[in-house]
């Protein structure tokens, strides 16, 4: 009988990861993310040029075994640039999200626990930041703060909070609803505890599948940032400033648009179907 | 205090717009001790607003806007409804506890079963070490009938039937020897042969725990089982309060007289089951006169000018009906 018990438990404690992996488009989005991931991390030791050298001999090559995606006008190598760019790519995304998710959870942990004049005043200021277009407000921090990679982190990140602060907010509200937080404080808990102990475990499904999303959008948002010259500087490597460069050169290399843009469509379609495997796994509830 | 609870005029009430809104009027109750009393209404009553006042857990934006509830607590009178949110704090699992509708959803579905018995005692015993604890939580489950209890004890919510889900709930209440129980509709949620379970597991345990309990529910079946004394709400106010003998037997208002005819029963001649016509009137849609005129078949032009009076009908029988008193309520 014992045994029994114990084996019920097991879908509950089941690898989150393996039950993705056995859905097929879950499996396709956890191998794209994995592959940009391992391009990203491996960038210095698997790149065959230095980013910025260039190749005089060599301007606006066509793909080729010596250069894989081919080289742009000044002769660099367009593959090298590609997987330094997914390693800028992924850690503004990375931060970016941590920032909004962090003030996010905070923010929307206060309007749904506490309620009352907290929560109007936390929505109404939310409601402001969402009624600017993302980019648009992105692009306004940047020449505030002025152009670096820091502050391109700090714009997309300070974008995307209100989406958090939403999600927690509504998260938490039907969870403080339920029977076992009414428990919780008939047994006489301290809100401290309530909040962290059981209301934060059960709004955390949620809130992972809002920021894997949360983070496609980010380097979408970084990628338009940088095409329009307010994101990454060169001559550090960017998918969108390289993508702006290469509009001159269009027609005749057209490899210059076509890869940067596939590995940001990549990475993209990569963490927006994880989010939605994640999503139907950890809450089969929202499945639509 | 000769009695363990005493309410006197609570007031509930709830902005809407830029109107207050009342839902519970002018109130008193008298529990005593060891004694199981039952309110009894219809959905949106008041029942279950006034035993959450009592333990200052109404949910926003409601709010006590008058009365007072005596307690005869462990450390002497206690004044509920304007105790420090901290001195409540210490008082709620530890001298009221409460159980709810739902036990489905009543434990934390992430925790097990004793992560969740040991929160409740470590809250209020902070030198209680963490086999002690095992114990008190397996005494417990021992104590409602919980076949297996060292197996229950490290189960999820989930893999736990709602029978048992309610025991376990009675059990994390009874843990720190309550003085007062409040059960919220415990057997609403459950079928009809655990319900009758439960009831006598309450009964028992009401009997051996010196605890008094206030039995909240719509169903009178519960109430004939389980209660002493009943207070019948409508409305937000209570319309009639006796023993539960005089209740059933000396039934005096035409709003309890329909809620029995109301009740099913096996065997019955009656081939269509009594209804009352109507709902409930919502807060704020209250007329001056009585509120169940609307829907009485026994309403006087009286009715619906005056609102009649709580008067005494019989020795410990109340009744708030111009049928038996004329008196009218100030």
Redesign the interface.
């Known amino acids: 009988m014992q045994a029994q018990v114990k084996q019920r438990a097991l879908p509950g404690n089941e690898s989150v990861l393996r039950l993705i992996w056995q859905e097929p488009l879950g499996r396709a989005g956890l191998l794209g993310v994995t592959l940009i991931v391992i391009l990203a991390v491996l960038a210095p030791l698997i790149s065959p040029f230095d980013v910025a050298k260039m190749h005089p001999k060599a301007k606006l090559a066509a793909p080729s075994f010596v250069y894989l995606f081919g080289t742009d006008h000044f002769g660099r190598d367009v593959f090298s640039r590609i997987i330094h760019g997914a390693r800028v790519s992924l850690v503004v995304g990375i931060v970016s999200v941590s920032i909004s998710a962090g003030f996010g959870y905070i923010f929307g942990m206060i309007a749904g626990f506490f309620e009352g004049k907290t929560e109007s005043v936390i929505l109404m200021i939310m409601d402001v930041i969402f009624a600017f277009p993302s980019i648009l407000l992105a692009l306004f921090i940047v020449s505030a703060l002025g152009t670096s990679i820091v502050n391109t982190m700090i714009a997309i990140g300070i974008v995307n909070i209100p989406v958090f602060t939403r999600t927690v907010r509504a998260s938490v509200k039907s969870v403080k609803s339920m029977d076992y937080i009414k428990n919780a404080r008939s047994v006489g808990l301290k809100p401290a505890v309530i909040l962290f102990k059981h209301i934060t475990p059960n709004v955390l499904a949620p809130f992972t599948v809002q920021a894997t999303l949360a983070l496609s959008g980010a380097v979408l948002t970084e990628a338009s940032m940088s095409f329009l010259g307010l994101g990454i500087q060169p001559p550090n490597p960017s998918w969108g400033s390289m993508l702006s460069d290469a509009r001159k050169y269009m027609e005749i290399a057209p490899w210059l648009v076509i890869f940067p843009a596939l590995f940001i469509i990549l990475t993209i379609l990569s963490f927006n179907v994880l989010g939605d495997a994640l999503r139907d796994v950890l809450d089969p509830k929202l499945k639509l | 205090m000769k009695n363990l609870l005493e309410i006197r005029g609570l007031q509930i009430r709830t902005p809407r717009g830029k109107d207050v809104i009342k839902l519970v009027d002018k109130v008193d109750l008298d529990v005593g001790k060891k004694q199981s009393f039952g309110i009894v209404g219809e959905s949106g009553c008041g029942k279950s607003i006034t035993a959450n006042a009592l333990?200052q857990?109404l949910p926003?934006?409601l709010e006590v806007s008058g009365g007072t509830a005596r307690f005869d607590g462990k450390n002497g009178e206690v004044e509920l409804l304007s105790l420090t949110a901290d001195r409540m704090?210490?008082?709620?699992?530890?001298e009221i506890?409460?159980i709810?509708?739902?036990p489905m959803?009543?434990?934390?579905?992430?925790f097990t079963v004793a992560f969740q018995m040991e929160?409740?005692i470590r809250?209020?015993n902070a030198s209680i070490n963490k086999k002690e604890m095992r114990e008190r939580a397996l005494e417990m489950l021992r104590r409602v009938n919980i076949p297996?209890p060292e197996?229950t004890l490290?189960?999820?919510p989930?893999?736990l039937s709602g029978g048992q889900l309610q025991r376990i709930?009675i059990a994390?209440?009874l843990m720190n020897n309550p003085k007062l129980l409040i059960a919220d509709e415990p057997t609403t949620a459950l079928d009809v042969t655990i319900q009758a379970q439960i009831l006598d597991l309450m009964n028992e345990l009401k009997e051996t725990a010196d605890t008094s309990i206030i039995m909240i529910t719509h169903d009178l079946g519960v109430i004939a089982e389980t209660c002493q004394h009943v207070a019948v709400f409508y409305a937000g106010q209570v319309v009639e309060e006796a023993d539960v003998g005089s209740i059933f037997h000396q039934t005096a208002h035409p709003y309890t007289i329909g809620l029995l005819r109301a009740v099913t029963s096996l065997g019955g001649e009656e081939k269509k089951l009594y209804t009352i016509p109507g709902i409930v009137p919502p807060g704020g849609l209250w007329g001056q006169g009585c509120r169940f005129a609307d829907r009485c078949v026994k309403r006087m032009d009286k009715c619906i000018k005056d609102m009649p009076a709580l008067a005494e009908v019989a020795p410990g029988h109340k009744c708030r009906c111009f049928l038996h008193s004329g008196e009218v309520e100030a």
């Open positions: 333990m857990l926003y934006p704090r210490s008082l709620r699992g530890r506890a409460m709810f509708q739902e959803t009543a434990l934390d579905p992430i929160e409740a809250f209020h297996r197996q490290d189960s999820y989930h893999q709930m994390i209440a």
